[in-house]
């Protein structure tokens, strides 16, 4: 023993310090063999201490500072594994082991694994395991998806899976916003999401899948089992010099069986909160199956509203708006799921616009001065419940319905021609809608749908204005001081759509419908001149009670069929009519039969040339404002009529797109023609004064329209910046009549061409200019033109992650406008994100030059005139955002 | 005559009389990118020489019919199928790989493993599996091997240890290969015709690739974010490669 200690403690040095090498050769039978795998293994504990594979000649060697028992295993594909035992100390410096295999017959060896896989793709859904992609510092679910493979965010939030925008975010297959879904993935934690599912080829209507022509994309999330109630949300204030200032705030919840969401947004910027709802409130669907009815509203008569503005609309709206909404998903059980959404919005509005109108027609020539000041007044309430049955796997029934209440309060203060005048608009909306849809997939690629419709809408209206102007049309009224008119439009619609969608071989479809819409509208006017309150006449032929209805049978069928690089779409509508029309008593009625066809084609000529065309031929039946007998007051000094009888309007249209390269090669041309012909088009005899102008629609043939668009992309490598070329020609022509000139020609032609020029820098800054003209043109009995200017320049500054600054700069310039022509305008925005994810300040500044007026230029086909609309001031505004 | 003589000469040179065997290893590769080449399947071709490992399809897994998506705005120049060729016994690997705008076939003759050799064990199929670990350019990663199958072949630039690696994964699963289908066959078909479609001469070297990727990231993302419409912010010119990137040690174009 002693002597054993003794051994041990004068070899120990040498133990650790000594190197053994092993080395020797591999053979078979005949000779060397090369590649042989040579493993030194720990005998008892099998670990692995040295390895190497033998060289050509079958030589190999292996170093070891270990001692013990050991292994080696010597083995290669196609020979049995040898395994020799070896005993190393520190005294052996070398040691020779030559190894011999034998032939091992190896015949097929296929072994499948199964393994849990962080990405699995089952035809159209991929899903991701967010454990694989996360490492922790995501916050939000817009951090997360930035994680996830193929799915691209931008600066603005909007997600794209490619460059394709997704149609929505679920959560655990529940849909609250549809397209509005920045709000949930901007503010919804990420650490809830277990799965995310990449859902392709995505319909609305489950059943649908895979049978319907979609190529909609859309996200789901799968909350874990721990995660259902939390709630989270937004708060953003921002406070700014002269009141200015808005408040935005989400707070949802999303357990596994009820969802919630609550939004509310103040302020008094300019901005319109509605439109991040919007999507909710009217869904916007083109083609898609059971949608019938989702074109159907009432028309209202008069509108005291800003006008569109080719300008920022922001800039010119005056508001104090308050929004609340609130939301919720139910799902009581399995097969049912109950959506509710409402929202209250309650907003006031200030307008002022000053005009000059140059009326220049034969038997007129005047000029109008108008200085108005419009203030709305509007209070909404809207509701919506869905209610989604799944009876089974493949039948299903959706029930929606939708109220609507709107209060409108309009005053306008408009100095006409010198005189002080009071336009007053008391209107209403009241609208019911339901909707009842009945889905069942009896095969596997054949879906049938039943879909029933019910709306009733209606729009009162009152309207009065504290001048008479009207002498010279109602001569008798001689003490009259004032008018008025009371107005209620009705509306409302039943339709039935029986709907067969069937998916053939190779990818064509077949979709055949069956349906019969009704729809009803009643137009009740009372046109009243006035004594101070007293009624002193009711002209006739400015009184309406025109009921109009309208069945619509029909059948529609279209046929999508792809032969080698072409794709065609065949589609052929037969609608048989019955319309009936009741105009002050007199009733009449009408059962026209006719045909719309249409035909479709594309061509992927190759990789670089694409080629798309389409004909449609359409019939199109009169509405309720083309068929009424007597005039309505539209405006302070305007009244109309319509034609007073039944109408249908012929029209053709072509269009071809042609595509050269892809949008991210260096060049790309992107080419629009299209070309309408409206064979019948409703047109106006107009007798045109100072004070009024009172028209009527008039049928007449052959209304022609051309627009012809370019864009060329051009990058230039030596300054990192691209150039986009913008070219536009649009020519329409058209026939009217004003003060019983006969049919005169309206020739417009319009013309843009614009150049932009933008940076791809590296660095923190980057920036985008741009300009464009356009020059107008129209002709008739006087032939007017004018060319504008638009340019812009914007810098962007990003410093860091953290710290950015934007600035925009834009210049209008009104050729035809001798003074004060040319206008400046500066906004400014800079972000710090103080704590990630968290907190965030910035500072807005809008109107920099403090531009207070804005002057337009416009022409028409009597005159000219020059609009100049009042601007919100320069504002300030500090931002802080905070997300809980 | 004379020339398929000597064929059969340098044929019987380099097999010796060495009894040759085919494998064929399926494997889910997949990585995450901020484009769309991420979940592919790949088949490891090897035999006593050499091995390969290649794309199976064209397999673009997110296929997007909308004009002029992401995905078909990187520019498809000569996309051969991305492969990894690598001789037994050897470090160096060719591989070829696209940058944003372009392919190049590179020669990474920088590849050191340091594997470290655990004893955890595993079974893959019905292979016992070796748990190595490693820290490669950037990041760590985790290999199972077999020295059942006694060849230093593996997915991707993976190599080196003594059996072939059936799963690696790296520490924050971007990349993730493991193999779904082994067949291990005696060698009657021969693989030396997978490389006549491919070039292994013409390389550059993985110093050169680098910086050419870099390059052409830079050209890239400026085209696109030069493009975008008023008011939208500009590509962000992240750091070429960080998470977009197996090797991160080579990222040497940052903004």
């Not at chain 1, 991701?128 to 930035?146: A, C, I, N, S």
């Not at chain 1, 609309?313 to 409402?342: C, D, Q, Y």
């Not at chain 1, 019911?432 to 069942?440: G, L």
Request: with cysteine; glycine share 4%; net charge neutral.
């Amino acid at each position: 023993m002693f002597r054993l200690i003794i051994f041990i403690i004068c070899v120990l040095p040498f133990f650790s310090f000594s190197q053994t090498a092993i080395t020797g050769s591999v053979k078979d039978e005949s000779s060397n063999l090369y590649s042989v795998s040579v493993i030194l293994k720990d005998s008892l504990s099998k670990s692995i201490i040295a390895y190497t594979y033998t060289d050509d000649e079958g030589i190999y060697q292996l170093k070891t500072n270990k001692t013990g028992r050991f292994n080696l295993v010597v083995s290669s594909l196609g020979y049995e594994a040898k395994t020799v035992p070896l005993v190393l100390n520190s005294e052996q410096k070398n040691l020779k082991i030559d190894v011999v295999l034998k032939e091992k017959p190896m015949d097929l060896d296929e072994v499948i694994i199964q393994a849990e896989s962080p990405i699995s793709i089952s035809n159209d859904t991929i899903n991701f395991k967010t454990k694989y992609f996360t490492d922790g510092t995501e916050q939000t679910v817009e951090d997360l998806l930035r994680r996830i493979p193929g799915l691209q965010i931008d600066s603005e939030g909007t997600i794209k899976v490619g460059n394709q925008e997704i149609e929505k975010l679920m959560v655990d297959g529940d849909d609250l916003f549809e397209k509005g879904y920045k709000i949930l993935s901007k503010n919804m934690p990420a650490y809830p999401i277990e799965e995310v599912e990449v859902l392709k080829n995505y319909s609305n209507n489950r059943l649908l899948k895979g049978v319907e022509e979609s190529n909609k994309v859309a996200l789901n999330l799968k909350l874990d089992e721990k995660s259902k109630r939390i709630w989270f949300g937004n708060i953003e204030t921002s406070i700014g010099n002269d009141s200015f200032y808005q408040l935005k705030g989400n707070l949802m919840n999303f357990g596994k069986k009820n969802k919630y969401y609550f939004l509310t947004n103040l302020n008094s910027i300019g901005y319109n909160a509605t439109g991040d709802i919007q999507n909710l409130v009217r869904p916007f669907r083109i083609n898609e199956p059971a949608s019938i009815g989702d074109n159907q509203s009432v028309n209202a008569l008069l509108s005291l509203s800003p006008p569109q503005l080719n300008f920022k609309k922001s800039r010119t709206n005056f508001n104090n708006a308050e929004l609340v909404s609130l939301n919720a998903i139910f799902n009581p059980t399995e097969k049912l799921k109950i959506k509710t959404l409402g929202f209250f919005n309650w907003d006031e509005t200030d307008f002022f616009r000053n005009s000059t109108d140059f009326v220049d027609v034969s038997g007129a020539s005047f000029t109008n001065t108008e200085d108005y000041q419009l203030q709305n007044k509007k209070r909404i309430a809207f509701g919506k419940l869905d209610f989604i049955y799944n009876f089974s796997k493949t039948k299903m029934l959706e029930a929606t319905t939708k109220y609507n209440n709107g209060d409108f309060d309009d005053v306008s203060n408009l100095v006409f021609n010198g005189n002080s005048t009071l336009e007053n608009l008391q209107h209403q909306n009241t609208l019911f809608d339901q909707k009842i849809s009945y889905s069942t997939k009896f095969d596997d690629k054949k879906v049938f749908l039943l879909t029933g419709r019910f709306i009733d809408e209606e729009s009162p209206q009152s309207y009065s204005f504290n001048e008479f102007f009207y002498d010279d049309l109602f001569p008798a009224s001689d003490n009259a001081n004032n008018v008025s008119q009371q107005s209620n439009s009705q509306m409302k619609f039943a339709g039935i759509n029986a709907h067969l969608l069937d998916r053939r071989d190779k990818g064509n479809l077949l979709e055949l419908q069956l349906g019969n819409e009704f729809r009803e509208d009643k137009l009740f006017t009372t046109f009243s001149v006035l004594e101070d309150n007293s009624i002193i006449d009711q002209p006739t032929g400015y009184q309406n009670q025109t009921k109009y209805q309208v069945n619509d049978l029909y059948f529609k069928s279209k046929y999508l069929f792809k032969i080698k690089d072409f794709g065609f779409t065949a589609k052929l509508d037969a609608h048989q009519l019955f319309n009936r029309l009741e105009n002050n008593n007199l009733s009449d009625h009408q059962s026209p039969f006719f045909i719309n066809p249409s035909l479709g084609m594309d061509w992927k000529i190759n990789g670089k040339n694409k080629l798309m065309t389409s004909y449609s031929y359409t019939t199109t039946n009169a509405g309720v404002l083309d068929v009424f007998d007597d005039f309505v007051m539209t405006g302070f000094r305007s009244f109309t009529k319509g034609t007073g009888d039944f109408n249908q309007l012929d029209a053709s249209s072509l269009v071809f797109n042609y595509q050269l390269g892809n949008w991210s090669d260096r060049f790309f041309a992107n080419t629009f023609i299209i070309y309408n012909k409206n064979h019948d088009f409703f047109s106006t005899n107009t007798q045109l004064q100072q004070n009024f102008a009172q028209s009527e629609k008039i049928l007449i043939k052959d209304r022609e329209f051309i627009s012809i668009n370019s864009d060329l992309d051009f990058y230039f490598k030596s300054i990192s910046s691209n150039l986009k070329l913008d070219l536009g020609y649009t020519k329409s022509e058209f026939k009217n009549i004003v003060n019983s000139t006969g049919l005169r020609e309206v020739t417009s032609n319009n013309y843009n061409y614009g150049l932009e020029l933008r940076s791809g820098f590296r660095g923190a800054f980057n920036y985008h200019a741009g300009t464009k003209w356009t020059t107008s043109q129209i002709k008739t009995t006087i032939d007017n033109s004018f060319t504008n200017n638009v340019s812009f320049l914007d810098l962007s500054f990003v410093f860091n992650d953290k710290f950015d600054v934007q600035m925009q700069s834009e210049l209008y310039y009104f050729g035809n406008l001798e003074t004060d022509n040319t206008y400046y305008f500066l906004d400014f925005d800079a972000r710090y994100k103080l704590i990630e994810n968290k907190l965030t300040l910035g500072l807005s500044a809008k109107n920099l030059f403090n531009t207070e007026r804005f002057r337009s230029f416009s022409i028409s086909d009597i005159g000219f005139s020059t609009t100049e609309y009042r601007l919100l001031p320069r504002f300030v505004l500090l931002k802080m955002e905070y997300r809980f | 005559m004379k020339n398929i003589s000597l064929i059969f000469f340098f044929f019987s040179l380099t097999i010796y009389c060495q009894k040759t065997y085919n494998g064929e290893i399926i494997y889910q590769d997949s990585f995450k990118t901020a484009s769309n080449n991420i979940i592919s399947s790949y088949t490891l071709y090897f035999n006593n020489n050499f091995s390969f490992y290649i794309l199976n399809t064209k397999a673009i897994p997110i296929k997007n019919n909308a004009n002029g998506t992401l995905s078909s705005l990187i520019p498809e120049q000569s996309s051969k199928k991305p492969f990894y060729y690598k001789e037994l016994n050897k470090e160096n690997v060719i591989f070829n790989s696209k940058t944003l705008l372009r392919q190049y076939t590179v020669n990474d003759n920088a590849l050191k493993f340091n594997w470290k050799i655990h004893n955890d064990e595993r079974i893959i199929g019905k292979h016992t599996c070796r748990k190595a670990t490693t820290e490669f350019r950037g990041r760590k990663y985790t290999a199972w091997f077999t020295s059942e199958i006694p060849v230093d072949y593996g997915p991707r630039k993976f190599n080196g240890l003594p059996g072939l690696i059936l799963e690696i994964y790296d520490e924050k699963r971007i990349y993730r290969a493991y193999a779904k289908n082994l067949k291990i066959n005696s060698g009657t078909e021969n693989f030396e015709k997978l490389l006549t479609d491919i070039n292994l001469s013409n390389s550059i070297t993985y110093e050169e690739f680098l910086s050419k990727r870099c390059d052409d990231a830079i050209k890239f993302k400026s085209l696109i974010s030069s493009k975008m419409p008023r008011g939208s912010g500009n590509l962000k010119l992240n750091k070429v490669g960080s998470s977009e990137n197996l090797e991160i040690n080579s990222d040497v174009c940052l903004d």
